[in-house]
């Protein structure tokens, strides 16, 4: 792992948009990072072995299909006490059956998995899943915020709770479940948030004002970016508000471009000559290679220790071939600040009262406040 300094100098821009020049560069990169990206990751396994893990609890979102799928079993295997938490409760629970057969025949450790219900569209549902696995008091290692949706082609949706649906799944409904579930973190410590975001934050702009894409021109690509850019400043927000002493590090991945259901709403058409690109894509079981390096790998505590030792206010962002790396997003919003996002978590989602006085979150000095705004200065 060769931890890499900040590439860019920050340029918080009072813009209402990212400009088109900004989009056509940070377009190139992603296409530059799908088609290097098999040849970056020649040094990595197939599979990152794991150990038997009996003593250690995972949750993995979106574990149903794609990446979130391939993670789960992986450690589902390794005797971990997986929770599958999902949308589609039946659709989970034949995966472990399937799971189990298959163990019951290769003879591995028992499959501890279970399944969870959890919509990330509906906050209710957020907050049902977090107090029944908060009532068990159980310690929890790797909390791994993995589903997502990039409706493509479909025209702009809101949650029921009143935000883009993209806004809603990719980030808020992570947000606030990551929040609730800092007392088990704790109790887990050493432990894990890893943040499943994509390579296209860097096409992604962030209105604090216009979180819904309501008042500028609305896609598909403009929404899902823009929801991964979100999670990543509220991931560097949350790194910073947890005490080192608590020992729970929020960690940032992107899996590299890979072929999923993800693309379930495009024509079939296209989604057909999508399969073209699966010289230059990831397997989902490639894919979930970095995560699961996040979610277990000594060195990723290791350098989120250092970068805090450094008084780096970021997330430790890795790629798709597990190095570590500084997000290259240049932060588009106007005006940002710590209090605003803050501010616009808290006003949306409802004060999490129960993290607050477990006295986990603590409050960020004005320096580092003013380090937010200036990501990108830290020489690693
Ligand atoms: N594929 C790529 O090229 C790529 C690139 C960069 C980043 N990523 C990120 O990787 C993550 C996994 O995506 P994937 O490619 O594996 O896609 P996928 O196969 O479509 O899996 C997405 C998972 O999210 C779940 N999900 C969707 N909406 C949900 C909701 N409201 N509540 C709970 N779960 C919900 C889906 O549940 P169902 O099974 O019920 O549909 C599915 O299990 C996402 O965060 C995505 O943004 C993917």
């Not at 020649?42 to 893990?53: A, E, G, M, S, T």
């Not at 501890?112 to 009532?135: G, H, I, N, P, Q």
């Not at 699961?292 to 780096?312: N, P, S």
């Not at 006295?359 to 200036?374: F, H, I, N, R, W």
């Amino acid at each position: 792992m060769a931890p890499v300094a900040a590439s860019e100098g920050a340029a918080v821009v009072a813009a209402t948009d990212i400009s088109w020049l900004l989009w056509l560069w940070a377009l190139l990169l992603v296409v530059w990072d799908t088609l290097s990206q098999k040849g970056k990751a020649r040094h990595l396994p197939k599979r990152i072995p794991l150990p038997q893990l009996p003593r250690f609890t995972c949750i993995v979102t979106g574990a149903t299909s794609g990446i979130g799928l391939e993670v789960a079993r992986e450690f589902a295997q390794s005797g971990a006490h997986v929770i599958l938490a999902v949308r589609n409760p039946s659709n989970g629970k034949k995966l472990i059956q399937q799971w189990t057969e298959a163990q019951d025949k290769t003879g591995g450790p028992e499959i501890k998995a279970e399944v969870m219900e959890l919509d990330l569209v509906k906050l209710t549902s957020v907050r049902t899943f977090a107090k029944d696995w908060e009532a068990r008091k159980l310690p929890l290692h790797a909390l791994i915020n993995n589903a997502g949706v990039f409706a493509m082609n479909v025209k702009q949706t809101f949650s029921e709770d009143g935000f883009e649906q993209h806004l809603q799944v990719n980030h808020l409904g992570h947000a606030l479940l990551s929040l609730l579930l800092l007392p088990s973190l704790l109790r887990g410590g050493p432990s894990r948030i890893v943040n499943v975001n994509s390579a296209m934050h860097q096409l992604g702009f962030v209105d604090p004002e216009d979180m819904n894409i309501t008042k500028r021109k609305y896609s598909s690509v403009a929404a899902y970016s823009g929801s991964k850019l979100a999670q990543q400043l509220f991931s560097r927000m949350l790194q910073m508000r947890i005490p080192k002493e608590a020992g729970i590090d929020v960690i940032l991945v992107h899996p590299g471009e890979v072929m999923t259901a993800v693309t379930r709403t495009l024509p079939k058409i296209i989604q057909e000559a999508e399969k073209i690109s699966a010289c230059v894509r990831f397997t989902p079981a490639q894919a979930a290679r970095s995560v699961i390096f996040c979610a277990t790998d000594k060195q990723v505590f290791a350098y989120a220790r250092a970068l805090r030792e450094m008084g780096c206010p970021v997330s430790p962002y890795f790629s798709s071939n597990s190095n570590a790396a500084i997000a290259k997003s240049r932060i588009r919003i106007e005006a940002l600040s710590k209090r605003r996002m803050e501010g616009g978590l808290v006003q949306t989602l409802g004060s999490p009262v129960e993290v607050e006085e477990e006295g986990v979150l603590v409050p960020v000095s004005d320096t580092a406040q003013v380090m937010l705004v200036e990501v990108g200065t830290c020489e690693g």
